[in-house]
């Protein structure tokens, strides 16, 4: 469904329409960026230039940006009075400085740059990008992961522009994948943020999906599952990407015979989840502290979440206000998510809790004398 959507999208920007750009939210592992690198070859296939970057907490934006917009300019082989005239038109920026004796340079001078004049002159970028796409009937994809690390000030920049990309009719884009906060973060960079977007939930694949997941790569090699395989696999999974390709890969390596029965699949889970463990949860608990795994355990021991800060707080035995730094570290670093609900956190992986109380006893706070 979203890649049709997405084909829609590059399809009117290519007629001289705009429709709204996307910004997929999921948790973690369940397929964003597959979906980002299907989107990628769609428009790659449609004539647009496309730019890919999946963003860590110490990336800056922007600087992709301009790097993106400056090779952009180059492939799309302007020819030299077009490219000096566009050149010319922008020597007034400051903060996005264009220069270079034939072709284009861009280079950011951010330090002495206020968010406003950073702001217009983005856009003023990327309008001569748009046009100059325009007149090649090209395009321009710029492809964000992990959106939800952008810098605050940076975002609201680029959205601002491809705002003013989207007033103009200019052939510019973004597809974004991000953490299910990003429709609240997006929204409070800018107001009108919700009509440039759409906001597609990427979940845990539905029974049908699941069992397609399972069944089709066995059927390739004329190996099947009977019923109550499938049913088993189905109900530990819960229809999560990363639980399935894990079940299906060890399943297979035990299966004697087709079709794979239930007694495989139930062999096959204990070894499935260790090597889940190490692949996707340990590698993340690693990258806490100890006060932050704690703060994580302490979520974990009321189950699923989502978690309120307060309830947790309890859990571990200290106050809110204590652990706030704490709890903002393990969003920092994507650990966590701060759901829509005010107040309450939750775990940005499928079934985190699980490895939680698997990884780790849970300490029971002390309580203090007379009390």
Not at 11 to 37: C, H, P
Not at 257 to 271: C, E, G, H, K
Not at 275 to 283: G, M, P, T
Not at 349 to 367: A, C, L, N, Q, S
Request: glycine fraction near 8%.
């Amino acid at each position: 469904m979203q890649l049709e959507q997405f084909r829609v999208l590059i399809g009117r920007l290519k007629e001289g329409a705009t429709d709204q750009s996307m910004i997929i939210r999921g948790l973690r592992g369940v397929g964003k960026t597959v979906l980002l690198n299907a989107f990628e070859d769609r428009a790659e296939a449609e004539g647009f230039l496309t730019y890919y970057h999946e963003l860590t907490p110490e990336s800056g934006l922007l600087r992709e940006i301009a790097r993106d917009t400056q090779v952009a300019l180059t492939r799309l082989d302007l020819g030299k009075r077009v490219t000096a005239g566009i050149r010319d038109a922008l020597a007034h920026l400051s903060a996005i400085k264009v220069s270079g004796p034939e072709g284009i340079e861009i280079s950011l001078d951010l330090k002495r740059a206020d968010e406003a004049a950073l702001t217009r002159e983005l856009s003023e970028l990327f309008v001569a990008l748009g046009d100059a796409a325009r007149t090649k009937s090209r395009g321009v994809c710029f492809l964000i992961d992990e959106v939800q690390f952008a810098d605050q000030v940076e975002f609201r920049a680029v959205i601002s522009a491809l705002h003013r990309a989207t007033q103009r009719s200019l052939p510019i884009t973004m597809a974004a994948a991000g953490l299910p906060q990003i429709p609240r973060l997006t929204g409070e960079a800018r107001s009108y943020a919700e009509r440039l977007f759409d906001f597609p939930v990427i979940a845990n694949l539905d029974a049908d999906a699941a069992t397609a997941a399972l069944v089709g790569p066995a059927h390739a090699r004329n190996v099947a599952y009977d019923s109550d395989a499938l049913g088993a696999a189905l109900a530990w999974t819960g229809g999560y990407p990363f639980y399935l390709q894990q079940l299906g890969e060890h399943a297979w390596n035990l299966a004697q015979r087709s079709p794979i029965n239930a007694d495989v699949i139930a062999a096959a889970i204990p070894s499935a989840q260790t090597a889940l463990d190490s692949s996707i949860y340990q590698v993340r608990a690693q990258r806490a502290t100890e006060a932050e795994r704690q703060y994580m355990r302490g979520m974990a021991e009321s189950g699923a979440g989502p978690y309120r800060s307060g309830n947790v707080a309890r859990k571990v035995g200290k106050s809110t206000t204590a652990l706030s730094q704490i709890r903002q570290r393990l969003l920092d670093k994507g650990l966590i998510y701060a759901t829509e609900d005010y107040g309450h956190v939750d775990f940005t992986i499928p079934r985190f809790d699980e490895f939680m109380r698997r990884y780790m006893p849970y300490r029971t706070p002390r309580r203090k004398r007379g009390t």
